[in-house]
């Protein structure tokens, strides 16, 4: 075939092909286009008169802000092939998206003479994967939402079993931003008024005085974030977030801070700077503060921290549940704590100022439980009776309400009278029975009386006078009685039940009938009586001392009796008191009242 034939073929082939074609003459300045077949001009709407001359740039139409660019551009200057996906627009101002194809032409000596390009209209392609891209985007948007939402809430169920879970303010703080970090924050600290100091959201007054708890994920800064929080407890004026949020009882979110706006919200003292210095080295880049709110009453400050991204009006949001959370947790533990206190008093009121008695020693105890702010029904007693003898006393009235300590301190007021009328153990413990389910007293309680008469006639002859004790029990647990030698054992039994009814080894008549359960007068108690040598302690207790939901009842005596056995009798009844709860009660979960009535028989008169 004649090239001049072939050359013919090829650019008719050329000029009829639906693929746009372009020469362009990288020798002339601007490597301007110099030719464009047919399917160029339909794609673009430009003629090639239109075009030629022209860099094929003006394609873009001002549009260069695209990274395949310059990936075009190194490609024309190392003289290679490459194709690129640019976004180019028609004469008429609709874009399109077009695959363009650039390869050189050499010359027989291998200069560059030409650029043969081949443009490709593939819109649609690019738009598929564009909707299919921004559709995958919003997808992991929202799952990313959802896990957030997930996390959120999963936090807010964390912090709540956390606060719950405690009834002191300081060691619920201490939870509440260990548990924020990192989950929600870099840094979290809570700013606490004190109780008088609390505000009503439009309460103006100064701040005053507060406590500040923080923790930061790294512990090499921890130091600087609470040496910041202290600062700005000291120095932060209206225009800080804490003061705001503590004297308005509204939230404020910082979208970011920068730290000229730092020391915009601080006094201009000396220690603006050193504060500003802190923040900065911290890297605190936007935070949130909201108040800790109970009963519409403002009692404190959580602020949350991260030291990149930006806090949202959803992190906000979370940061308002965790204060209204935290506030209800800090009203809680001080009223709990009032409430203690006050329960406390009234029981300790209740309790008796032990008389000094010839020839014993005293030591008592009563520990109320931590787990919940009620009285009990915990007593014990000890009198002087009109024969010379001493009348000693324990019980526990069933129940953790008022309505046990008014029934606790009406047996003791009314055992103190039949005691005192001279009765006999059994007889005071038969007629208090009796009175209870006539009167409608109370509904169960155990109670031990005994009445214990010491040998005078010894003393005054100075000898080791030994006393005489005479008990009736009322399902109450066993004396413990550790003699001179240093041998302890329970009196009458080797174990008790926790609710009155015989243990192992511990007759029904022993154990005797609770006071108030009936039955008494069809089987009367019965009456024990022992010698009390001289050195012998007597430990009367209520079953809080041994036993709880980690120590079995007969476990807990055995610890009782061994305990005793540590003791030095010449020591006293106060030391033995003292071993008793420190080695019973130390490290050990609390569940019910205590009381400890221990007594000394002395080996002369005082």
């Given at each position: 075939?004649?090239?001049?034939?072939?050359?013919?073929?090829?650019?008719?082939?050329?000029?009829?092909?639906?693929?746009?074609?372009?020469?362009?003459?990288?020798?002339?300045?601007?490597?301007?286009?110099?030719?464009?077949?047919?399917?160029?001009?339909?794609?673009?709407?430009?003629?090639?008169?239109?075009?030629?001359?022209?860099?094929?740039?003006?394609?873009?139409?001002?549009?260069?802000?695209?990274?395949?660019?310059?990936?075009?551009?190194?490609?024309?200057?190392?003289?290679?092939?490459?194709?690129?996906?640019?976004?180019?627009?028609?004469?008429?101002?609709?874009?399109?998206?077009?695959?363009?194809?650039?390869?050189?032409?050499?010359?027989?000596?291998?200069?560059?003479?030409?650029?043969?390009?081949?443009?490709?209209?593939?819109?649609?392609?690019?738009?598929?994967?564009?909707?299919?891209?921004?559709?995958?985007?919003?997808?992991?948007?929202?799952?990313?939402?959802?896990?957030?939402?997930?996390?959120?809430?999963?936090?807010?169920?964390?912090?709540?079993?956390?606060?719950?879970?405690?009834?002191?303010?300081?060691?619920?703080?201490?939870?509440?931003?260990?548990?924020?970090?990192?989950?929600?924050?870099?840094?979290?600290?809570?700013?606490?008024?004190?109780?008088?100091?609390?505000?009503?959201?439009?309460?103006?007054?100064?701040?005053?005085?507060?406590?500040?708890?923080?923790?930061?994920?790294?512990?090499?800064?921890?130091?600087?974030?609470?040496?910041?929080?202290?600062?700005?407890?000291?120095?932060?004026?209206?225009?800080?977030?804490?003061?705001?949020?503590?004297?308005?009882?509204?939230?404020?979110?910082?979208?970011?801070?920068?730290?000229?706006?730092?020391?915009?919200?601080?006094?201009?003292?000396?220690?603006?700077?050193?504060?500003?210095?802190?923040?900065?080295?911290?890297?605190?880049?936007?935070?949130?503060?909201?108040?800790?709110?109970?009963?519409?009453?403002?009692?404190?400050?959580?602020?949350?921290?991260?030291?990149?991204?930006?806090?949202?009006?959803?992190?906000?949001?979370?940061?308002?549940?965790?204060?209204?959370?935290?506030?209800?947790?800090?009203?809680?533990?001080?009223?709990?704590?009032?409430?203690?206190?006050?329960?406390?008093?009234?029981?300790?009121?209740?309790?008796?100022?032990?008389?000094?008695?010839?020839?014993?020693?005293?030591?008592?105890?009563?520990?109320?439980?931590?787990?919940?702010?009620?009285?009990?029904?915990?007593?014990?007693?000890?009198?002087?009776?009109?024969?010379?003898?001493?009348?000693?006393?324990?019980?526990d009235v069933m129940g953790h309400d008022i309505a046990a300590a008014a029934a606790m301190g009406q047996l003791s007021s009314v055992l103190r009278s039949y005691a005192w009328e001279?009765?006999?153990?059994?007889?005071?413990?038969?007629?208090?029975?009796?009175?209870?389910?006539?009167?409608?007293?109370?509904?169960?309680?155990?109670?031990?009386?005994?009445?214990?008469?010491?040998?005078?006639?010894?003393?005054?002859?100075?000898?080791?006078?030994?006393?005489?004790?005479?008990?009736?029990?009322?399902?109450?647990?066993?004396?413990?009685?550790?003699?001179?030698?240093?041998?302890?054992?329970?009196?009458?039994?080797?174990?008790?039940?926790?609710?009155?009814?015989?243990?192992?080894?511990?007759?029904?008549?022993?154990?005797?009938?609770?006071?108030?359960?009936?039955?008494?007068?069809?089987?009367?108690?019965?009456?024990?009586?022992?010698?009390?040598?001289?050195?012998?302690?007597?430990?009367?207790?209520?079953?809080?001392?041994?036993?709880?939901?980690?120590?079995?009842?007969?476990?807990?005596?055995?610890?009782?009796?061994?305990?005793?056995?540590?003791?030095?009798?010449?020591?006293?009844?106060?030391?033995?008191?003292?071993?008793?709860?420190?080695?019973?009660?130390?490290?050990?979960?609390?569940?019910?009242?205590?009381?400890?009535?221990?007594?000394?028989?002395?080996?002369?008169?005082?």
């Open positions: 075939m004649p090239e001049w034939l072939d050359l013919q073929i090829r650019d008719r082939a050329l000029q009829a092909t639906g693929a746009c074609f372009t020469i362009t003459d990288p020798r002339q300045p601007d490597n301007p286009l110099i030719w464009a077949n047919p399917a160029f001009e339909r794609v673009t709407g430009y003629s090639l008169a239109e075009v030629v001359g022209r860099n094929c740039r003006f394609l873009q139409n001002g549009d260069d802000d695209q990274p395949a660019l310059a990936e075009l551009r190194a490609g024309l200057a190392a003289g290679r092939h490459v194709v690129v996906v640019l976004r180019n627009y028609r004469r008429d101002g609709t874009p399109f998206w077009n695959e363009l194809a650039i390869s050189p032409v050499f010359d027989p000596l291998g200069e560059i003479t030409h650029f043969v390009g081949v443009q490709t209209d593939v819109t649609e392609r690019v738009e598929a994967q564009l909707e299919r891209d921004r559709l995958f985007e919003r997808e992991r948007a929202a799952r990313g939402d959802a896990e957030r939402a997930t996390a959120q809430l999963q936090l807010l169920a964390d912090v709540s079993e956390l606060l719950s879970g405690t009834l002191d303010v300081g060691e619920a703080l201490d939870r509440l931003t260990k548990a924020v970090v990192p989950t929600a924050a870099d840094w979290c600290s809570v700013h606490v008024l004190p109780p008088r100091s609390a505000l009503t959201r439009t309460d103006s007054e100064a701040m005053g005085p507060r406590r500040v708890i923080t923790h930061h994920r790294d512990p090499r800064l921890r130091t600087i974030a609470e040496r910041s929080q202290l600062l700005q407890a000291e120095l932060p004026t209206a225009a800080s977030a804490v003061v705001q949020v503590l004297r308005t009882g509204r939230p404020v979110l910082r979208e970011r801070i920068d730290p000229e706006g730092l020391r915009a919200s601080l006094r201009p003292e000396g220690r603006a700077d050193e504060l500003v210095g802190l923040l900065e080295e911290l890297g605190l880049a936007t935070a949130v503060a909201t108040p800790l709110l109970a009963r519409g009453r403002v009692l404190g400050a959580l602020v949350m921290a991260r030291s990149s991204g930006s806090y949202t009006a959803d992190d906000l949001r979370l940061a308002e549940d965790l204060g209204r959370r935290a506030g209800t947790a800090i009203d809680n533990a001080r009223l709990y704590r009032a409430e203690h206190t006050v329960s406390e008093s009234l029981q300790r009121s209740l309790l008796p100022t032990i008389p000094e008695l010839p020839g014993l020693a005293f030591a008592a105890r009563y520990l109320p439980t931590a787990a919940t702010a009620t009285v009990g029904g915990d007593w014990f007693d000890v009198l002087a009776l009109p024969d010379g003898a001493a009348g000693v006393a324990i019980g001279g009765h006999r153990p059994a007889i005071v413990l038969d007629r208090l029975d009796r009175l209870v389910q006539g009167l409608e007293m109370a509904q169960l309680a155990t109670c031990l009386y005994a009445w214990i008469q010491v040998n005078d006639t010894g003393f005054a002859q100075g000898a080791a006078a030994p006393a005489f004790m005479r008990w009736a029990n009322a399902g109450h647990l066993p004396p413990l009685l550790l003699t001179p030698d240093g041998r302890a054992r329970l009196l009458g039994s080797t174990g008790a039940p926790p609710t009155g009814t015989p243990a192992a080894g511990l007759s029904s008549a022993e154990a005797g009938v609770l006071i108030g359960a009936g039955g008494a007068e069809s089987s009367p108690r019965p009456e024990l009586r022992i010698l009390l040598p001289a050195g012998s302690h007597l430990v009367l207790y209520t079953d809080g001392l041994v036993e709880s939901r980690d120590l079995d009842l007969d476990d807990g005596l055995e610890r009782l009796r061994l305990t005793a056995e540590k003791h030095a009798p010449e020591d006293g009844p106060e030391a033995l008191v003292d071993l008793i709860v420190d080695q019973m009660l130390t490290g050990r979960r609390q569940d019910d009242d205590v009381a400890i009535l221990g007594l000394r028989v002395l080996a002369g008169p005082d």
